[in-house]
Structures are given as C-alpha cells and as structure tokens.
C-alpha cells in the first residue's frame, strides 16, 4: 500500500492557501467542493501521493454530515489531521480488517467537483473510532481512475508540472502518549508495517494534549516550515523558485 496523501486541515481562504505555497515554490492548486460534505480543499500534488489542506466551505452541511473526516475537521479545526493510504482493492481490505476485529464503516462512496465542473469518484474506507483527543486511524482509499489515468489529466489541466513530479514525503512522525501501544495499533491496520511503499511511519512520545501526525519531512526536507499548525520540512531547492 501506499501514502494517498496527507489531511491538513486549515481555516485560511483557498485561494489564499494556493498564494501562500506558491509564493515558497510549491504549485498548489484549488481542488474542489465535496458538496455532499460542506467541505472544500486545496491540493498539491507530489510525485506518487499529494497534501491536502481540507476546511468548511459550508458550515450548514458540515454539521449535519456523518461523515468521519468531516467530524474530525470539526473538532480539530485546525492543523494535521490524519493521512489516507492509497489500495486497489478496498473490498479486499474491509474484508480482512473486519476478519481480525477491525470495525470498519464500510466502503464508502465520495466525489469531489474541481473548480473546472469535473467530477471525480472515489471509495473510502475508515476504521470505526471515536472523534477525540487520541490519533485518529488512517483510512484508505480507492480511486476510480487508475494512477496512470489521473496523473495524466492532472499534467493535461497543468495542475501537475515536472515540479510537482520531483517532490516526495520520506516520512510522517505522530506525536503520541504511547509510542509502542499505538505502533501495534497500526500495524495491526496496515498489514503489519509501518513502511509504506513511499513513505515511513514514525511514532514519538509527546506530552501534548491531543494526540496527532506533526511533522511531515518531504525527501531532503532542511527547510522548517510551520503553516496553520503543521509543521513541514521542505526541500530547499522549491523555496528558491519563488
């Protein structure tokens, strides 16, 4: 399996989002309303896996949703989320999560519209918890379109460039209460590894009160960078094409 992406969430104006990364060299772009949920993100798109910074666009629908990631935007309001890990067959792993005692939501249907009127589908599967201070699970998902096919309308759009193609996350460190419980946790989720075909998983002890992903290293990350409380480290060479 591999890192889909990553789930920032923020309280800043998309297009103000897109501005701010691109002003440090980064060609985030507007993703699009998930009408169905209330809520609206901004992408930037790696080589094999992408961040997304996820906020309320309607406050009406996002309230009366139930809808896992949407709760936890909710209640967290800002700041990493969780991540999402990228199968091709999610039948096959709410199958296998439920046989070991895993409860699941089940596969669930999703669709986002792009800014352009396009309308992308998707699967999404979640491991039943409650919203909390403690780390959320990662979920899964399975896109309607292969990878192939996806990368290459989003090169077509402009929405993928050869700079967005030459960035990759080496790893995601949690900040936890209890490093080696939660370690076995997700292990127990994701097929007993903590090592995604293109990105580690990375587990410290904090005394933070709420449990979360808190740094995100993209490969050759030097440069610290702390955005809607998150922190990344970004490879230099983006911040020098300003």
Sequence with gaps: MELDH????????????????????????????????G??????????????????????VATEVEHPLTRLLLHDQKGFGTICVRTKNILGVDQDLQK?????????????????????KWKMLFVKAAISMKLPPPFFIEWQETDEQRYKKLREKGVVQATNEAMSIDRCVFGVW???EVENEWRKI?????ELDNCRIEF?????????LEEVYFANGTTKLEFEEGL?????????DR
């Design 6 to 37: 990553i789930v920032h969430f923020v309280q800043k104006n998309p297009k103000e989002i897109v501005s701010d990364w691109r002003a440090q060299g980064f060609p985030a772009s507007l993703g699009g309303r998930h009408i169905n949920w």
């Design 100 to 120: 070991r005692g895993i409860e699941t939501t089940g596969v669930l249907n999703a669709e986002r519209r792009t800014e352009d009127g396009e309308l992308i």
């Design 39 to 60: 809520t609206q993100n901004v992408l930037l798109y790696l080589k094999d896996c992408y961040i997304e910074w996820l906020s309320v666009e309607k406050q009406e």
């Design 178 to 180: 209890s490093p080696s």
């Design 204 to 212: 410290r002890k904090t005394t933070k009160s709420k449990e979360r």
């Design 190 to 194: 994701l097929g007993d590894t903590l």
């Design 232 to 240: 990344y480290w970004l490879p230099p060479q983006s911040l020098g």
